[in-house]
Each structure stands twice: as structure tokens, then as C-alpha cells.
């Protein structure tokens, strides 16, 4: 099926491409555990997706909804290399070869174009870490992964990895929005080619929306004729990273794709990220953070 817009893509170091913006099936359809039903809503909203032109999906084991991404894709009938797909590992971290294996059953793929290791929060010890990473490039040798990263790492762990990595992860997926800019991870991560994926960009008006941007993207949105939500993806876009996002609704998943339309100039890039470093919100992983940080 032929999309109705190209989404353009960033190149990672192996040559892969990457789509800058993905639909994500975390979030708003999330399973609980031992649900093993199939929601027929999220094979239709990936599908929609797809015909929309949102080429870059986005899944993970610990979401439950890999079945449903792989049947999406089956239905969709889109060739296998007009999609790139990702999946994460977590909490099988174990027996990594295995956990995917087990995805790609669930997606019903031969492979995925990129490969996460989810979190590293069950993992205690510099050298258990290692050796997971030893694995996702053992994985990405045989082909099954065509690249291979990280998500919710901190620049220590990125650090332990590079210790002993034969291969540097591509990118670092992370909730990413202007009240959750990290410090100093994404450029440091970015001086050791390691790209940044941002998640949860839309934050600061669906899950912190009493903050000191308010006026501000306001603004922005009369300004270029789009939603608040659009201009918090074109900022994320426009610092140079890829943004994930999702919605059960198919009216506002067209929309976001009017992000690509246009672009913020530097000084609005600059005074969102300005204004946005008076407040502080994570949305995920809350409880492996202390209240106030800034990472």
C-alpha cells in the first residue's frame, strides 16, 4: 500500500535509515500483564498508521502488543523494506537471542530494523550489563536485528557499555520534551554518535500541562496553523532527534503528520528550550529517579 507522505529519515553510522517520526504502540495501549487477547483497536490504529504514512513502528515485549503490530503489518500488505520496525527487550534480558526470536514469532517478521534493550534497571553489575550488550551484537550478526541500541540508559551506563561494546549503539531512546532535556546526556551521547529518540514529547500539555510554556507554544501554534501537539514534536524534530508518538484516534495521528510541514526557527527552538528548563516532569520510570532529577 502506497504511503500518502514521506517521512524523512536520519542516518545512523551502520547506513541504516531511520524515520523521523514513528508511531508507537506503548502508552495509550499498553496490555497488562498476562493479557493475551488481541486488540483488534490497535491492529486497526497501526494500520491506519501505515496507510497514513507513518512507516517507523514502534513496539516492545513488555508492552504486550508485538502480536498486534505483526498482524497490523500482515494486513497492511506493505512490502517488508518500505517499514522499519523496532521492538525492545525487557525483562528477558537473560537470554537476549531468545527474547527475540520470541518477538519476531509475535511479529510474524524474519527480522527488525532496530533492536533496544529497554531499561537497565534489573541489571546490577557493570559486567551483567556487558554481557547483554555482548548479546544484542551477537543478535545483530545474525542478521535478525539490523540495528542495535538503547533505551532509558543514563551516560553511566552508556559509559560501561563502551568499556568493552564492539559496536556503539545507534541511539539512546529516552522521554524527551522541553521539561525533560537531561543535562548533558543527549550531548554527550551525540559526540560518541549516538543518536537520541525522544518519547513522551508531548508532556508538557497532556501530563504537565500548568507549566511555564503554556503561552508560549500557544502561540507558536496560531503563528504555523497547527495544534500545541505539533509544535512540541517540531522541537523535538528540530534539535536534531527522532520523536515516537502514538494516539488510539486516527483524526489526531493525521494531524501530527502536519509536524513535517514546516519548521520552528532557532530562536523559537531556543526559547522553548529555555523556558521549558523552569520546569521539571517525567512522565515514565518514575520511581528509578529521585523527585528532582534532571537526567
Known amino acids: 500500500m502506497a504511503s500518502t507522505i514521506d517521512i524523512p529519515t536520519?542516518?545512523?553510522?551502520?547506513?541504516?535509515?531511520?524515520?523521523?517520526?514513528?508511531?508507537?504502540t506503548g502508552t495509550a495501549w499498553y496490555k497488562k500483564s498476562g493479557d493475551t487477547e488481541l486488540d483488534r483497536n490497535l491492529i486497526d490504529s497501526a494500520k491506519n498508521a501505515i496507510k497514513l504514512g507513518y512507516n517507523h513502528l514502534d513496539g516492545a515485549e513488555v508492552y504486550g502488543t508485538e502480536p498486534e503490530l505483526g498482524v497490523a503489518i500482515e494486513e497492511s500488505q506493505s512490502p517488508r523494506d518500505s517499514l522499519f520496525v523496532t521492538t525492545k527487550v525487557y525483562?528477558?534480558?537473560?537470554?537476549?537471542?531468545?527474547?527475540?526470536?520470541?518477538?519476531?514469532?509475535?511479529?510474524?517478521?524474519?527480522?527488525v530494523d532496530l533492536y533496544l534493550i529497554h531499561a537497565p534497571f534489573t541489571i546490577t553489575t557493570e559486567e551483567e550489563l556487558q554481557t547483554a550488550w555482548a548479546a544484542m551484537e551477537q543478535v545483530q550478526a545474525t542478521g535478525k536485528a539490523r540495528a542495535i541500541g538503547v533505551s532509558n540508559f543514563l551516560q553511566s551506563h552508556?559509559?560501561?557499555?563502551?568499556?568493552?561494546?564492539?559496536?556503539?549503539?545507534?541511539?539512546?531512546?529516552?522521554?524527551f520534551h522541553p521539561y525533560l532535556q537531561h543535562g548533558n546526556l543527549v550531548p554527550w551521547q551525540e559526540s560518541q554518535g549516538i543518536?537520541?529518540?525522544?518519547?513522551?514529547?508531548?508532556?508538557?500539555?497532556?501530563?504537565?500541562?500548568?507549566?511555564?510554556?503554556?503561552?508560549?507554544?500557544?502561540?507558536?501554534?496560531?503563528?504555523?496553523?497547527?495544534?500545541e501537539s505539533e509544535i512540541l514534536l517540531r522541537w523535538t524534530l528540530d534539535r536534531g532527534c527522532v520523536a515516537i508518538t502514538t494516539s488510539s484516534k486516527?483524526?489526531?495521528?493525521?494531524?501530527?503528520l502536519?509536524?513535517?510541514?514546516?519548521?520552528?526557527n532557532p530562536q523559537e527552538v531556543a526559547e522553548i528550550s529555555?523556558?521549558?528548563?523552569?520546569n521539571h516532569h517525567r512522565s515514565f520510570w518514575r520511581e528509578k529517579f529521585s523527585a528532582d532529577d534532571r537526567l
Not at 503554556?214 to 503563528?223: C, V
Not at 502536519?258 to 520552528?264: D, G
Open 195 to 227: 543518536r537520541t529518540v525522544g518519547y513522551g514529547g508531548l508532556a508538557p500539555i497532556t501530563r504537565a500541562p500548568e507549566g511555564p510554556l503554556n503561552s508560549l507554544i500557544s502561540g507558536l501554534a496560531f503563528k504555523y496553523g497547527v495544534s
Open 274 to 278: 529555555e523556558l521549558g528548563q523552569q
Open 258 to 264: 502536519r509536524t513535517l510541514a514546516f519548521t520552528l
Open 10 to 24: 536520519i542516518k545512523l553510522r551502520n547506513g541504516t535509515e531511520i524515520p523521523t517520526l514513528g508511531y508507537g
Open 91 to 111: 525483562p528477558n534480558l537473560a537470554d537476549i537471542p531468545a527474547a527475540l526470536d520470541a518477538s519476531l514469532k509475535k511479529l510474524r517478521l524474519d527480522y
Open 158 to 175: 552508556l559509559e560501561t557499555i563502551l568499556k568493552t561494546a564492539k559496536v556503539v549503539p545507534e541511539l539512546n531512546q529516552i522521554e
Open 250 to 256: 486516527e483524526s489526531r495521528l493525521a494531524s501530527y
